[in-house]
């Protein structure tokens, strides 16, 4: 369909669902206000160019988060981040109170943009590192710069040209880049 999904609530609520949670629109998803609580999987899907916004620092998002947008994707999460495939036609921002990783090994991040990674205190740069960022599998691709925040920073991409943006890490950083090879 076209328009904006709007996930909304009312000022103060909780838009919660004890299971998983699919949302797919035709021009993008949005949170207005009111933190969103999901059990299980968390699906989005924006089948435009429009983005994906998420931005409610007090989203409990407890299961694997899966996204595709042609434009950006901007999730924060007030628990651990499990990123499942995650694919962005402009840049990624994740925030979590705690440590944002790959669920399974499989699990591939594609971002053409920009990216960035707080697993701080409060979900945001400027926080304090409070959680491991943990993106080590083979597969993933960031063409823009990669910026993360937490206690332990692993980065591996697959393009060849990982450029490394403002990284704060309390105690290791691992960066890898690897060329795909033709046979």
Do not use: H, M
């Not at 993106?135 to 937490?150: D, K, R």
Request: cysteine-free; overall charge negative.
């Amino acid at each position: 369909g076209s328009g904006v999904a709007a996930v909304a609530s009312t000022a103060g609520t909780v838009f919660g669902v004890a299971n998983s949670l699919t949302i797919r629109a035709g021009a993008g998803i949005a949170q207005p206000d009111g933190p969103i609580t999901a059990g299980g999987l968390v699906t989005l899907t924006d089948d435009s160019a429009t983005g994906i916004t998420l931005a409610n620092t007090q989203n409990n998002l407890v299961g694997t988060i899966t996204a595709t947008s042609g434009g950006s994707i901007t999730i924060n999460n007030n628990n651990f981040s499990q990123l499942g495939n995650i694919s962005a036609g402009g840049g990624l921002t994740i925030g979590s109170t705690q440590s944002i990783y790959q669920s399974a090994p499989a699990n591939t991040l594609t971002v053409a943009g920009n990216s960035a990674f707080y697993a701080t205190t409060t979900a945001l740069p400027g926080g304090t590192p409070n959680g491991a960022v943990v993106l080590n599998n083979l597969g993933s691709s960031f063409t823009g710069s990669v910026a993360a925040t937490g206690t332990r920073v692993v980065i591996r991409d697959s393009n060849g040209n990982l450029n490394l943006g403002n990284i704060i890490a309390t105690s290791s950083l691992t960066a890898t880049t690897t060329a795909a090879t033709a046979d």
